[in-house]
């Protein structure tokens, strides 16, 4: 049975296409999960494993994987703050930014929502602006908060049958 989630959660898309210590990416996936345990009130909810076909991304990158995680912020954080707290763990894992848009990496974090707030920063914008276009996105999304969670006035569910990214693989449980 899903877990209800609030509308003070906030929700984090998880991805990564290169190995870090090991040679496989959900190795670092689940890591990275177990460092954002902190971050969250109480247990986080996770999404399944999912590998997708790079998206917008230079020629000849690896498939990523990718997962949707919902935590309940701490009463002292603010979407800001969170965002530096998760870019604290890409560096961790070894993230680095070279410029390149949309580049293979070790990790990365997006943070997609923040209960319903709506910002527009030079640093960031709530909700994600490409999460309504993303399947990688949307699907675990949509495991997790279930199709009555809204992004830009519509449900998950209604953005992802309007999705024309290539299918899913779903790889297993956390």
């Given at each position: 049975?899903?877990?209800?989630?609030?509308s003070?959660h906030?929700?984090?898309a998880?991805?990564?296409?290169l190995?870090?210590d090991?040679?496989?990416p959900?190795?670092t996936l689940?890591?990275?999960?177990?460092?954002?345990?902190?971050?969250?009130?109480?247990?986080?909810?996770?999404?399944?494993i999912?590998?997708?076909?790079p998206k917008?991304?230079?020629?000849?990158?690896?498939?990523y994987?990718?997962?949707v995680v919902?935590?309940?912020?701490?009463?002292?954080?603010?979407?800001l703050?969170?965002l530096h707290?998760?870019?604290?763990?890409?560096?961790?894992?070894?993230?680095?930014?070279?410029?390149?848009i949309?580049?293979?990496?070790t990790?990365?974090?997006?943070?997609?929502?923040?209960?319903?707030?709506?910002?527009?920063?030079?640093?960031?914008?709530?909700?994600h602006?490409r999460?309504?276009?993303?399947?990688?996105v949307?699907?675990?999304?949509?495991?997790?908060?279930?199709?009555e969670?809204?992004?830009?006035?519509?449900?998950?569910g209604?953005?992802?049958?309007?999705c024309?990214?290539?299918?899913?693989s779903r790889?297993?449980?956390?």
């Amino acid at each position: 049975m899903r877990r209800k989630l609030t509308s003070g959660h906030a929700f984090v898309a998880l991805g990564a296409n290169l190995p870090l210590d090991t040679p496989n990416p959900e190795d670092t996936l689940r890591s990275a999960m177990a460092a954002m345990i902190p971050l969250s009130q109480q247990l986080p909810v996770l999404s399944g494993i999912y590998e997708s076909e790079p998206k917008d991304c230079p020629p000849g990158s690896p498939l990523y994987l990718n997962a949707v995680v919902g935590i309940l912020p701490r009463a002292d954080e603010d979407p800001l703050t969170l965002l530096h707290k998760l870019q604290a763990i890409e560096l961790r894992f070894g993230r680095t930014r070279s410029g390149v848009i949309n580049e293979s990496r070790t990790l990365d974090l997006d943070l997609l929502a923040f209960g319903d707030k709506e910002m527009d920063t030079p640093e960031l914008t709530l909700p994600h602006p490409r999460a309504h276009q993303r399947r990688f996105v949307l699907q675990p999304w949509l495991e997790i908060a279930g199709n009555e969670w809204l992004l830009k006035g519509r449900t998950l569910g209604d953005w992802l049958l309007e999705c024309q990214d290539p299918p899913l693989s779903r790889l297993q449980e956390w």
